[in-house]
């Protein structure tokens, strides 16, 4: 029986780059290929970084944002509003509102939105942690920042119903953003005009 690859050290390099999103056999073979053409220490320093990366990458204990250390720089800056917190269903959409520069307030990372036909449920996002950070005070606001999807919609609503006890302004999206729309692929005029106009989220479902 024929292999397709001359070495099983390329096969095996080639099958885990195409266990990546978005790349298939014929890209991860180019991606390997171009390795083998850089220096030892180039490739050895790429494999270091996914290591080191994976090791030691920690969560922000407060919004759960991605960080070298317990809080996250976006946390620990105190030029920020504490006052304001932008709900995001990933670390994706944290950078993509940053690029706006048209919030300067705290952030809140869930994990994931729900989705029913995925197995996710409310228990499997961080709300309650965002609920504790609201009943603890200082809150003021809470822009809920999530896709355009029918499933950022139920978890919006869910989040609107779970912060309803306490009396806060609870803001979205204006929808620049249309419906459909994954968050992090909005350009970033849209998004920030959105986060500019945002409006009271209870307004969004009244007849």
């Known amino acids: 029986m024929n292999r397709p690859y001359s070495s099983a050290l390329l096969e095996n390099a080639v099958n885990e780059f195409a266990k990546l999103p978005g790349i298939g056999k014929k890209t991860a073979l180019r991606l390997v290929l171009h390795l083998l053409r850089q220096e030892e220490f180039s490739v050895e ?5 996914i290591i080191k990366l994976r090791k030691e ?15 996250c720089s976006l946390c620990s800056d105190p030029n920020r509003d ?14 993509v509102i940053e690029n706006t520069h048209q919030f300067k307030g705290r952030y809140h990372v869930l994990g994931g939105v729900i989705s029913p036909m995925d197995g996710i449920g409310p228990s499997d996002l961080e709300i309650d942690s965002l609920v504790k950070r609201v ?8 822009i809920l ?3 355009a999807t029918m499933e950022g919609d139920t978890t919006n609503f869910y989040i609107f119903r779970k ?20 968050l992090e692929y909005t ?3 849209t998004l920030g005009r959105s986060i500019i106009n945002r409006m009271p989220f209870n307004e969004t479902f009244k007849p």
Request: net charge negative; with cysteine.
């Open 163 to 182: 912060l309803a006890p306490y009396n806060i302004k609870i803001s979205i999206l204006a929808r620049g953003v249309s419906v459909g729309d994954e």
């Open 135 to 142: 009943s603890e005070g200082g809150i003021q606001e809470i």
């Open 57 to 71: 990458i920690k969560y922000c204990h407060v919004c759960h944002n991605i960080s070298d250390s317990d809080t």
């Open 45 to 49: 320093n790429f494999g270091n970084a």
């Open 145 to 147: 920042a999530l896709s």
């Open 187 to 189: 350009d970033e005029i």
């Open 82 to 95: 504490d006052s304001i917190i932008c709900v995001v269903e990933n670390i994706k959409e944290v950078m």
